[in-house]
């Protein structure tokens, strides 16, 4: 995210909106995609997938279990042989942070979108949620958007803490004190879950990823205490603007940061945010195959 002007951004944002319209493009015709994950996912995989077939590309299945790094295969010869099969763009979600320098510094002739990198980025979720609040609101500035849970562990959290306060919101923090570490405490407060209920605009829960815990943190967490603490419920539904928007990038973990009936409550976009990750997706690989030339007529307008 921190490579992508905002006007990069806005175009995104745009062709997205358009695709979602109707807009059709077949520059991925006669084209191979691969999908490289690395790490378990269902949307963000399955999204791409659905994107790359709308725009006339071909997918070379990939299953890390299955594949050649199982014998010891690096990533850098795994790309590598991925390009040189004749692929054009390769998504990779990649337990390692920042797996992507050694690829994109190696001279590698293939578009390379990250599906997410260990706990450091996740740019296409962090894209599609600002399309869907740029959908609701039609802008950011003076936006107060509230990220409340395992900030520290949260890719989502470091893509949309940065690149929100680059757009103009003002992005504050809850969960636990642990979680709120010094590049958060740079960019926004840390408040209780019900004033920022009551104050934002925005509420986007995290999952807890309970993957990336050590032992000592799973053995001390405890469910019903997290949910009581810092649960989405509808008690703080209701506390709420009455357009203020719930999102959390899922897979959501019932009764643990969002309560069962609050996932389809009608301030929850959650699913809204799915269908749009795929606009988004085709808006990111159409910039990459076009070269990146990211931009749009309205986000010209919108400059002048
Ligand atoms: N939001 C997200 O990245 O979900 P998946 O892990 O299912 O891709």
New binding site residues.
Partial sequence: MSDLTNEDVYGLIDTAIDFKNGKKSEIGQDKFAMNLFF???????SSFQVAEMKLGMKEIAFEASTSSTTKGESLYDTVKTVESIGASVAVI?HPQDKYYEELINNNMNIHIIN??DGTGQ?PS?SLLDLMTIYEHYGHFDGLKVGIIGDLSHSR?AHSNAEILTRLGAEVSFGGLDSWYTDEFQGIGSHMSVDELCQEMDVVMLLRVQHERLSSEENQNFSKEDYFNTYGMDMRRVEMMKPDAMIMH???VNRGVEIADDVVECNKSYIFPQMTNGVYMRMAMIEAVLEGAKIDSETNQERQA
Avoid: C, I
């Avoid at 790490?39 to 995989?45: F, G, L, Q, V």
């Fill in positions: 790490e378990n996912s269902t949307r963000t995989k979600r599906g997410g996740h979720q989502v990038p899922a897979p």
